[in-house]
């Protein structure tokens, strides 16, 4: 399985950002997918995770700002973020699995004015 992740770039505080993230290769049934993010100097944290039927879940830090959807037929995961701030800067992976069994290559989302 490989995921491939795009959309991340510099964007300034209040801004807004998409990220997508596509999976191939042998991926069958229900799984989840999600999207995680890794700060300087601090551990990876879960941010957003959607099962194929649908239902969401996200962090408390970033509920009410990023929205989490997926298209099921292009085995693709995207991540709308909204009302971004400097400390939502970090590089963000596409994940499959819960626990992650595969891993995005990351994209960097930079939030500064």
């Known amino acids: 399985v490989q995921l491939q992740a795009s959309g991340g770039g510099l964007v300034q505080p209040g801004g807004s950002l998409r990220l997508s993230c596509a999976a191939s290769?042998?991926?069958?049934?229900?799984?989840?997918m999600g999207w995680y993010r890794q700060a300087p100097g601090k551990e990876r944290e879960m941010v957003a995770l959607t099962n194929s039927g649908g239902s969401t879940t996200y962090a408390g830090s970033v509920k009410g700002r990023f929205t989490i959807s997926r298209d099921n037929a292009k085995n693709t995961v995207y991540l709308q973020l909204n009302s971004l701030k400097p400390e939502d800067t970090a590089v963000y992976y596409c994940?499959?699995?819960?626990?992650?069994?595969?891993w995005g290559q990351g994209t960097l989302v930079t939030v500064s004015s």
């Open positions: 994940s499959v699995g819960l626990p992650p069994a595969y």
């Open positions: 290769g042998s991926i069958y049934g229900d799984y989840y």
